[in-house]
């Protein structure tokens, strides 16, 4: 019966890139970082220590970055885990996959036999997408669904190509709902993903004071408001996915895992742009998607049959089978 699904599912895909969605059997080409896990390209880099960091080298333009540690920034234990990918070089492809059925990300991984997948924007009706010139998603509802919280998960986006020319832009800054859409609808780019809050904006951290721009006050309970409230939604630690580009021109995905008491707490969006900055300092940087749906695959780590590296919390257990299925994504894969 799963076969079925994802093989319906496949139908609905949209293919920013070249490459071909294979749905044959996966076999499995890694096992947990560190093990050196022999493939049929060689042995998977068991890694060197940076500070707090591990450090894997997935291909040659491509590293993986593992941080399970006491976090300075939010006075937390957190677990981070980024993908860095060199967009100087032509060997690599930074594409979206869109499923109208939703897929798990280790699914989307598999299928195009990525270097690395991560999950990507909001729920569908709150969302821009187009994929391959398509529009996929168009914010169809002026309020966040289930909810009667205004629309806000479109003030950035991230726009590719579908090959390695990539950018993360604060393109809906101060518009409103109407404008917001028109602007979508208008720009002429092949491929976007709209999302917010944005973290970072030409060096300026605009995601530590998100909050504030949505009208919070000292002292404000925000667990008295509604989930889908922005203020709430930021304001507090949840697992979080995000993207950002260096000026050097280096892409990163970036994964925050949460809700795992005393091993993964997450992070507000402040703590989250206050990370980043700290330990990457790029030009800019957008939030994506979180909470149960954070979910970032690597080629040759984490779990040896789905490559999930990261902690999923769908179905509350530490461990890597958590994941949700979503509509939309971002993966890496070598041209």
Same mark, same amino acid.
């Given at each position: 019966?799963?076969?079925?699904?994802?093989?319906?599912?496949? *139908?609905?895909?949209?293919?920013?890139?070249?490459? $071909?969605?294979?749905?044959?059997?996966?076999?499995?080409?890694?096992? @947990?970082?560190?093990?050196?896990?022999? %493939?049929?390209?060689?042995?998977?880099?068991?890694?060197? !220590?940076?500070?707090?960091?591990? /450090?894997?080298? @997935?291909?040659?333009?491509?590293?993986?970055?593992?941080?399970?540690?006491?976090?300075? /920034?939010?006075?937390?234990?957190?677990?981070?885990?980024?993908?860095?990918?060199?967009?100087?070089?032509? $060997?690599?492809?930074?594409?979206?996959?869109?499923?109208?059925?939703?897929?798990?990300?280790?699914?989307?991984?598999?299928?195009?036999?990525? *270097?690395?997948?991560? +999950?990507?924007?909001?729920?569908?009706?709150?969302?821009?997408?187009? %994929?391959?010139?398509?529009?996929?998603?168009?914010?169809?509802?002026?309020?966040?669904?289930?909810?009667?919280?205004?629309?806000? $998960?479109?003030?950035?986006?991230?726009?590719?190509?579908?090959?390695?020319?990539?950018?993360?832009?604060?393109?809906?800054?101060?518009?409103?709902?109407?404008?917001?859409?028109?602007?979508?609808?208008?720009?002429?780019?092949?491929?976007?993903?709209?999302?917010?809050?944005?973290?970072?904006?030409?060096?300026?951290?605009?995601? !530590?004071?998100?909050?504030?721009?949505?009208?919070?006050?000292?002292?404000?309970?925000?667990?008295?408001?509604?989930?889908?409230?922005?203020?709430?939604?930021?304001?507090?630690?949840?697992?979080?996915?995000?993207?950002?580009?260096?000026?050097?021109?280096?892409?990163?995905?970036?994964? /925050?895992?949460?809700?795992?008491?005393?091993?993964?707490?997450?992070?507000?969006?402040?703590?989250?742009?206050?990370?980043?900055?700290?330990?990457?300092?790029?030009?800019?940087?957008?939030?994506?998607?979180?909470?149960?749906?954070? %979910?970032?695959?690597?080629?040759?780590?984490?779990?040896?049959?789905?490559?999930? @590296?990261?902690?999923? %919390?769908? +179905?509350?257990?530490?461990?890597?089978?958590?994941?949700?299925?979503?509509?939309?994504?971002?993966?890496?894969?070598?041209?």
């Amino acid at each position: 019966m799963k076969r079925i699904y994802i093989f319906l599912a496949v *139908l609905t895909l949209s293919l920013s890139c070249s490459s $071909k969605f294979d749905n044959s059997q996966f076999i499995p080409e890694g096992d @947990v970082p560190g093990g050196g896990t022999v %493939t049929d390209e060689g042995v998977i880099d068991p890694g060197h !220590k940076e500070g707090d960091w591990m /450090v894997y080298q @997935v291909d040659e333009g491509v590293t993986y970055m593992n941080f399970e540690a006491h976090d300075e /920034v939010s006075k937390a234990r957190q677990i981070v885990n980024v993908i860095k990918v060199d967009l100087n070089s032509d $060997k690599y492809s930074i594409c979206f996959n869109w499923s109208e059925g939703a897929m798990a990300t280790s699914n989307v991984f598999r299928g195009y036999k990525a *270097l690395a997948t991560i +999950n990507g924007g909001y729920e569908p009706q709150s969302i821009y997408v187009k %994929t391959a010139g398509r529009t996929r998603a168009s914010i169809v509802s002026d309020v966040v669904p289930g909810t009667e919280v205004p629309q806000w $998960k479109n003030e950035g986006a991230v726009f590719t190509d579908g090959r390695q020319s990539v950018q993360v832009e604060y393109c809906c800054k101060d518009l409103n709902l109407s404008q917001t859409r028109e602007w979508y609808a208008n720009d002429t780019r092949s491929n976007v993903i709209s999302s917010a809050p944005m973290l970072i904006d030409d060096y300026d951290p605009v995601g !530590k004071t998100f909050i504030q721009r949505c009208g919070y006050v000292e002292g404000m309970n925000l667990l008295s408001l509604d989930y889908e409230n922005p203020i709430r939604h930021q304001g507090v630690r949840h697992p979080r996915t995000a993207v950002a580009l260096t000026a050097d021109n280096q892409f990163l995905m970036i994964t /925050v895992d949460g809700r795992w008491d005393g091993k993964a707490e997450g992070m507000s969006a402040k703590e989250l742009t206050e990370f980043i900055v700290k330990h990457f300092n790029p030009q800019y940087a957008l939030n994506l998607d979180g909470g149960g749906s954070t %979910t970032m695959c690597v080629k040759g780590y984490g779990d040896k049959t789905t490559h999930v @590296v990261n902690y999923p %919390t769908e +179905n509350g257990v530490f461990d890597h089978t958590g994941e949700r299925s979503v509509t939309s994504h971002i993966y890496v894969i070598k041209n």
